[in-house]
């Protein structure tokens, strides 16, 4: 058996903010459970929800040094869904009402201390890794700890590791002699070769330098960030890794996000039934947020974090236009506040056409998927973006930028062929996607058989885990012999 420890800042059913989380909490579960034991290693937040705090059970704890102080780590662990979670609980550093802060000074210190304690756990609990497997910068410095002080210790001699780039927008930078302070590293880490980059510490540029290898959740997004535009900086590196940096492209657990057992919906539905029934839903939200209820209203969904990477200055920019088209626009999510005021805005001006929901609510958004006829993500980029696999299973049309995961997992429509799951749009250009859109309206009102054509190979399309778990084994296998 061999055996893979997760770590992340995020994992869905504990605690979640994005796509990550939704990964971590995944994934392990589709991994082959004859071949492979795989835990999942988190902080404990102290913002977590009671029921799952209420899940954790003490393992051990010990002191550390790190920061030029003697810190507690508490380890608990939890089984939820036949997955083994373990934790590492430090009230001073995740004892706040958020995930993250916005000091980044301070994000470094956090996760830093993370990583080093999630290594110095190890020898207490009765699971060895073969390999950890980390994920964006918040674990990067667990491949660079583990070259550098427990290297020499025999228990951890042999543990590989990957890490997974799920944004690399986000990278864990601060100047060099504060990073060294907090983390311990020597001066030999802190040179261009290494964690130092344009001169400051880069954590997530640790974990690439030294993980045994390095996958991104898309094919296309592997290859955009070789490149300057999507490489944030570390292009270069990225293609002097390219030998050991692949993309592995994410699915959906497909019981949790199934039309046919949902139980956030109003009315069920599947491949077969969905002309007649998932009308249903969309009825029953129009009611709920206070839209003109009618059937044959183009219903456009966008559940999203509302960042400047999904594309939102696009939508901003024509607003008022497309306001003008026979359309409903559901908005759910949170972020930016001049997006967040933005969608309040056309809210209140085209209030039985517009709904803007300001918030973040799993019943919501199961509803959105399942009511809406078509599903807005038009993002500058995108690591690989799983609104959209969540779209494609309830039949719900994606419109998208070519560019990442969009592109690889949404088929552009082809009225000549009769192929295609979505449409789509290349340049970033407001305009593009407007024109995008309005295609889809032109066929929604149109020529309604292809629209349903469009819907019965949308929910044909297969995103569950099944092919990318197993890629993932095949590079543990790979990785540990
Ligand atoms: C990040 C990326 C998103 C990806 C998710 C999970 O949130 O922005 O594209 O799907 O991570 O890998």
Redesign the pocket.
């Known amino acids: 058996m061999k055996k893979i420890l997760f770590v992340a800042s995020e994992g869905v059913p504990f605690i979640k903010t994005?796509?990550?989380a939704?990964?971590v909490g995944s994934l392990p579960k589709y991994i082959d459970k004859q071949y492979f034991d795989v835990r999942v290693f988190l902080p404990k937040y102290a913002c977590m929800k009671q029921e799952m705090k209420d899940k954790l059970t003490y393992v051990n704890h010990f002191y550390m040094d790190y920061s030029w102080q003697n810190m507690y780590v508490g380890i608990m662990e939890a089984v939820v869904d036949g997955i083994h979670y373990y934790f590492i609980d430090n009230e001073s550093y995740f004892g706040g009402p958020k995930v993250y802060n916005d000091d980044p000074r301070y994000e470094i210190e956090r996760y830093g201390y993370f990583c080093k304690a999630v290594l110095s756990a190890l020898p207490l609990l009765d699971f060895r890794p073969d390999l950890i497997h980390c994920h964006?910068w918040q674990t990067g410095l667990i491949p660079v700890y583990l070259k550098e002080r427990f290297q020499g210790n025999a228990f951890y001699r042999g543990i590989k590791t990957v890490i997974?780039i799920?944004?690399l927008k986000f990278q864990g930078k601060w100047d060099v002699k504060t990073v060294r302070e907090i983390t311990g590293l020597s001066d030999y880490f802190f040179t261009p070769d290494k964690l130092e980059a344009y001169k400051d510490a880069n954590l997530l540029k640790g974990g690439i330098v030294f993980a045994d290898a390095v996958t991104t959740?898309?094919n296309t997004?592997a290859e955009e960030i070789k490149t300057p535009f999507y490489g944030e900086g570390l292009d270069g590196l990225l293609r002097a890794r390219s030998r050991d940096l692949r993309g592995i492209v994410?699915g959906i657990d497909y019981e949790e996000f199934n039309p046919e057992t949902d139980k956030y919906i109003v009315k069920n539905y599947n491949a077969m039934n969905f002309r007649k029934e998932k009308i249903k839903n969309k009825r029953a939200l129009q009611e709920e947020l206070g839209l003109k209820v009618d059937d044959r209203k183009m219903m456009i969904g966008l559940v999203s974090?509302l960042t400047d990477?999904k594309g939102l200055d696009l939508v901003a920019y024509i607003m008022d236009e497309l306001c003008q088209d026979d359309i409903q626009l559901v908005v759910l999510g949170t972020g930016e506040e001049r997006y967040e005021n933005m969608f309040r805005h056309f809210d209140w001006k085209y209030g039985d056409k517009v709904s803007a929901n300001i918030f973040y609510s799993d019943a919501l958004s199961h509803k959105i998927y399942a009511s809406c006829d078509a599903f807005l993500m038009p993002?500058l980029f995108?690591?690989?973006?799983?609104s959209q696999l969540m779209a494609l299973r309830y039949g719900t049309v994606p419109i998208v930028r070519e560019t990442?995961?969009l592109k690889d997992t949404v088929q552009p429509y082809n009225q000549y062929e009769s192929t295609g799951t979505g449409f789509s749009f290349i340049n970033y250009n407001a305009h593009e996607m407007l024109g995008a859109i309005r295609y889809a309206e032109q066929v929604y009102y149109d020529r309604k058989r292809e629209w349903n054509k469009i819907v019965d190979r949308a929910m044909a399309a297969d995103f569950s885990w099944k092919v990318s778990a197993g890629k993932y084994q095949e590079m543990y296998d790979w990785l540990i012999g």
């Open positions: 994005g796509g990550l939704d990964v964006d997974t799920h944004n959740v898309s997004y994410n974090r990477q993002s995108e690591p690989c973006g799983l990442g995961g």
